[in-house]
């Protein structure tokens, strides 16, 4: 199969071919790798190729609603049994897991061929794609900017047309963000729909989940009921699933539907004049479309959002860093300078702050509802600006050579309390203060790439929905990819 037919399909639509005897899992995977091999170069997307693995299973009789479409897992969270989980982390590069995730299981089932992992960010903290053990993956709409993060490997390989869709999670933006950089959909499922285990119950208390980035709608519902096809028995939660599939919904018309939009940061920084404009086009496409939109503010105090976010974050590093030390006999020097700075945070805050923290996840549901109950949906900037360069957000060298020093001295945790660090932080949470909201509180949200700038490049806007809105969402996202279509749309590599 040439590239240019290839390319020409979403999932659903390559699995259809198959379906119908005009094309072969095998004739699908070689054009997959056939594009990686083309483009990966430049845009550095996958880390653990599995071409061996992916041939031997594409010559086997495969069933399910993706039967022989190329696929990447990303390489945090979604284990694949006998090959490392490397989570952008040296300690980890050569653990091969001892099962399949159970995300990992179901998009087997259904038929997937998955031939490579994609970069991620060390342990998928930060909202760029630049680790130091496999080095930067590049937006393939311009090599010196970010695809995002962390989610990056998954979204430049989707736009770079390896693969029509890929996995990715979400544990503070990672589908929607990567998505806003590379003008794909991202959807991130609402708490507790999409299975976590078998090794865990949930991740970060439910605000982290799995999903995809895609460059159509109806794949990312066809891949939502793929993952939601049954619950979880060692889950927390029995979630309610709507009466029909997502696929189904997805194509229903979705109403007329009351949006508030806002565009302030959360953090009070800067926000870019495209990303307003990026809003307000979409503000103008909805009315046009029949929705009724207005200005609204959520009632939410985001920045104490922010930081209580962050809490989660920096303790869950912690444990993280300390646990694959027991587990490996990894050295400090196995964990990036900004992991260690970042756990020392964790460390340093008492039990009663933590708590205090998580009880005000509560607040902000709470809060997010009553915004509910006036509006269908909260529209917002998926991020502050367009994509940043590659390096923009690296560490200040002055801190960097402090926190060094302070690490040595095992004054790391004293440092986390300047203000020099709170201004490092809210830094690298500026270009994208809007997608913790949905994390915190569970609910679903999408990006959507209605916006190019001006020197083209992608910028998204999102969506927030209420509990079970994922049906909404897609439904809504599927009526503005028919008005403005974008997965035609391709990067000049």
């Known amino acids: 199969m040439e590239y240019a037919e290839y390319r020409a399909r979403d999932a659903v639509g390559l699995a259809a071919l198959v379906t119908a005897g005009e094309t072969t899992p095998a004739e699908l995977l070689d054009a997959a790798i056939a594009r990686a091999e083309a483009v990966d170069p430049q845009v550095n997307a996958i880390v653990r190729p599995m071409h061996d693995l992916a041939r031997a299973r594409a010559a086997e009789p495969l069933t399910g609603p993706f039967a022989g479409v190329p696929f990447l897992v990303k390489d945090l969270s979604q284990d694949y049994a006998g090959l490392p989980t490397g989570s952008g982390n040296r300690a980890l590069r050569d653990v091969p897991a001892a099962e399949h995730a159970e995300v990992v299981r179901r998009w087997l089932d259904a038929g997937l061929v998955v031939f490579g992992k994609t970069n991620t960010p060390e342990f998928g903290a930060k909202g760029i794609t630049e680790p130091e053990v496999n080095g930067p993956t590049r937006n393939p709409w311009d090599l010196d900017r970010t695809p995002g993060g962390s989610s990056g490997g998954s979204a430049a390989a989707v736009a770079a047309g390896i693969v029509p869709v890929a996995g990715a999670n979400d544990g503070g933006g990672s589908i929607r963000i990567p998505a806003a950089c590379c003008g794909l959909f991202g959807l991130k499922p609402g708490r507790g729909l999409v299975p976590a285990g078998p090794s865990y119950a949930e991740h970060l208390h439910g605000a982290a989940v799995d999903g995809v980035v895609s460059r159509s709608v109806r794949d990312s519902a066809a891949m939502l009921d793929v993952l939601t096809a049954s619950p979880d028995p060692g889950g927390p939660y029995l979630p309610a699933k709507p009466d029909l599939p997502y696929a189904e919904l997805a194509r229903r018309a979705p109403g007329r539907l009351r949006i508030g939009f806002a565009t302030d940061s959360p953090l009070g920084t800067d926000v870019d004049p495209q990303a307003v404009a990026a809003v307000e086009d979409a503000a103008e496409l909805l009315e046009a ?174 969506f927030v929905g209420p509990l079970g809105g994922e049906g909404d969402l897609l439904a809504l996202a599927a009526q503005l990819e028919a008005e403005r279509p974008w997965a035609h749309l391709e990067p000049p590599l």
């Open 289 to 462: 479309l029949g929705h009724d939109v207005e200005p609204a503010k959520t009632g939410i105090d985001e920045r104490r959002l922010a930081f209580d976010f962050l809490a989660m974050w920096s303790t869950q590093l912690a444990y993280t860093v300390d646990e694959i030390r027991r587990a490996t006999g990894a050295s400090r020097k196995a964990f990036e300078l900004d992991t260690h700075l970042v756990a020392a945070a964790g460390r340093v805050q008492s039990a009663p702050a933590y708590f205090a923290a998580h009880e005000r996840w509560n607040t902000y549901n709470r809060q997010l509802a009553a915004f509910h109950s006036r509006y269908d949906l909260l529209l917002t900037p998926a991020l502050a600006r367009p994509p940043v360069r590659i390096g923009e957000l690296d560490t200040p060298a002055p801190l960097r050579a402090i926190g060094k020093a302070a690490l040595a001295l095992g004054l790391a945790g004293p440092l986390t309390k300047t203000k020099q660090w709170r201004e490092a932080v809210i830094a690298n949470l500026a270009p994208v203060p809007f997608t913790q909201l949905a994390n915190i509180t569970g609910r679903p949200a999408m990006s959507v790439p209605t916006y190019r700038t001006p020197g083209g490049l992608p910028l998204g806007v999102q």
